[in-house]
C-alpha cells in the first residue's frame, strides 16, 4: 500500500484554481497558529466549552471564537458536539499545554517560522540569512531550538532506529547529535554499543536532561566541539551524521565528510539521515524544495540535496560503495569502510 504523505496535497500548479489553492495554504496555517498563540487546546483541556464560556476564558470576542472554533473543528482539532467543542485525541496530547505530550518547543519554532517566512521576498533578494535577534545564536536559542528537535522527531527516532544496523558496532558518534534523541533509540536497540554525541555545549545540556529520562541513557557520553573548526579527537566504529548536512554548502560538507572518515575505525559505517531530493531535476519531494527555503531564511550557505549529489561528496571524501538503507520514513545513505587486512 502506497504510505500516505502526512503534507496537505498542494496539486501541480496547472491551473489559476490550482494556484489559488496553493497560495491559500497560508489560511490552514493561520488558523493553526492563532489557535497556539491563543492557547486554546491548553483552555479547553479536558473540558467541552460552549462559545460563549470559552471566548470569556480566552478573553477573546465571541464572534472570532465561534469562527476560530468551527475552523479548528472542520480541520480536526477541536470536536462539535451539541454546540460544545473539546479537544480531539492529538489537540489534547500535544497541543495541551498540560499533557506530558506537549511537543511545546516544536510548535514555539513554528509559530516563530510565520514572522520569519514572510521575509521570503526581502531574503531571495540578499541571499544573506536573517538578521533577527530571536535567531539561534545565544545558548537560550541554542537550547530551545534543540529542545524543539527533541519535540519533533521524538516519535520518529524510534523508527529510524529500527533501520540501523550496528551488529559490527560497540561505538558510535552522532556528529551533531542535538538532544540525541536518534541516538538514544539506537543505544536501545544495541544493548553492547556505547555513543558519544558531539555538538556545541548549549545543545549538550539539553542532551544530557533528555538522556537521563531515558533508560539508555547511561550509555552515552558528551562531545563538546565545533565540528566545523576542530578535529574529531577520537575514532569510532560508526558515526550518524543527521540532518546536520543541509545546515552547510557543498565544500563545507566534503570537509566534514573527510573528518567523519578519518575518525572511523576499520571496517566502520558511516550512516547519514537528511531530507534528500530522489529524482534527477532535483524537484521532489516538494517538502525538501521548501525545506531549502528554511535553510535559506537561517543560514549562509545551507540547502537541500540530491541523495546523487551527497554520495559524490562522499565518494570525493574517500567512502567507496554508498548506499540507500530503507526505513519507514525516507532511506538513509551508508558506507563502509573496508574491514583492516589480517
Ligand atoms: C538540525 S539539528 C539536528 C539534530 C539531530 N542530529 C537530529 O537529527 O535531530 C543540527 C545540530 O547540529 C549542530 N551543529 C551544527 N553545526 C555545528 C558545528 N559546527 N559544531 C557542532 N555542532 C553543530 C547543532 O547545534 C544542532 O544540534
Redo the contacts with the bound molecule.
Keep these: 500500500m502506497k504510505k500516505q504523505s502526512p503534507w496537505i496535497e498542494i496539486p501541480q500548479v496547472e491551473s489559476f484554481e490550482h494556484l489559488r489553492s496553493a497560495v491559500n495554504g497560508y489560511t490552514y496555517s493561520r488558523v493553526i497558529l492563532t489557535a497556539l498563540d491563543l492557547d486554546i487546546f491548553t483552555v479547553i483541556g479536558i473540558k467541552s466549552w460552549t462559545v460563549r464560556t470559552l471566548a470569556r476564558a480566552l478573553d477573546a470576542s465571541q464572534r472570532g471564537t465561534d469562527i476560530l472554533c468551527r475552523n479548528l473543528a472542520s480541520l480536526g482539532l477541536l470536536l462539535l458536539e451539541d454546540g460544545r467543542y473539546s479537544n480531539s485525541p492529538l489537540s489534547a496530547a500535544e497541543l495541551n499545554k498540560k499533557s506530558p505530550d506537549y511537543r511545546g518547543a516544536y510548535l514555539a519554532l513554528l509559530q516563530r517560522h510565520w514572522d520569519e517566512w514572510s521575509q521570503l521576498t526581502h531574503i531571495v533578494k540578499s541571499g544573506k540569512p536573517i538578521e533577527d535577534d530571536k535567531l539561534?545564536t545565544e545558548d537560550e536559542d541554542?537550547r530551545a531550538?534543540?529542545w524543539a528537535?527533541?519535540h519533533?522527531?521524538r516519535d520518529k527516532?524510534p523508527q529510524i532506529a529500527k533501520s540501523i544496523d550496528l551488529r559490527n558496532a560497540t561505538t558510535l558518534l552522532?556528529?551533531?547529535?542535538?538532544?540525541?534523541?536518534?541516538t538514544l533509540e539506537i543505544l536501545a536497540k544495541w544493548p553492547k554499543l556505547h555513543a558519544t554525541l558531539?555538538?556545541?555545549p548549549?545543545?549538550l545540556q539539553v542532551a544530557r536532561a533528555v538522556a537521563r529520562k531515558h533508560p539508555a541513557g547511561d550509555r552515552l557520553t558528551y562531545l563538546p566541539?565545533?565540528?566545523?573548526?576542530?578535529d574529531i579527537p577520537d575514532t569510532y566504529d560508526a558515526i550518524?551524521?543527521?540532518?546536520?548536512i543541509?545546515?552547510?554548502g557543498p565544500d563545507e560538507n566534503i570537509k566534514l565528510l573527510k573528518k567523519i572518515k578519518a575518525a572511523l575505525n576499520p571496517g566502520g559505517k558511516i550512516i547519514i539521515?537528511d531530507f534528500f531530493l530522489w529524482d534527477k531535476k532535483g524537484l521532489s519531494p516538494i517538502e525538501t524544495n521548501l525545506f531549502a527555503i528554511t535553510m535559506l531564511l537561517y543560514t549562509e550557505a545551507g540547502n537541500t540535496y540530491s541523495a546523487e549529489e551527497v554520495k559524490t561528496w562522499m565518494t570525493k571524501a574517500g567512502f567507496r560503495k554508498v548506499t540507500s538503507v530503507p526505513t519507514a520514513e525516507e532511506p538513509l545513505l551508508e558506507a563502509t569502510l573496508p574491514a583492516k587486512k589480517p
Design positions: 539561534v541554542r531550538f534543540t528537535m527533541h519533533r522527531s527516532a552522532d556528529v551533531g547529535g542535538g538532544p540525541g534523541t536518534y558531539g555538538d556545541r548549549a545543545a566541539l565545533d565540528f566545523m573548526y576542530e550518524f551524521l543527521s540532518n546536520v543541509h545546515i552547510y539521515q
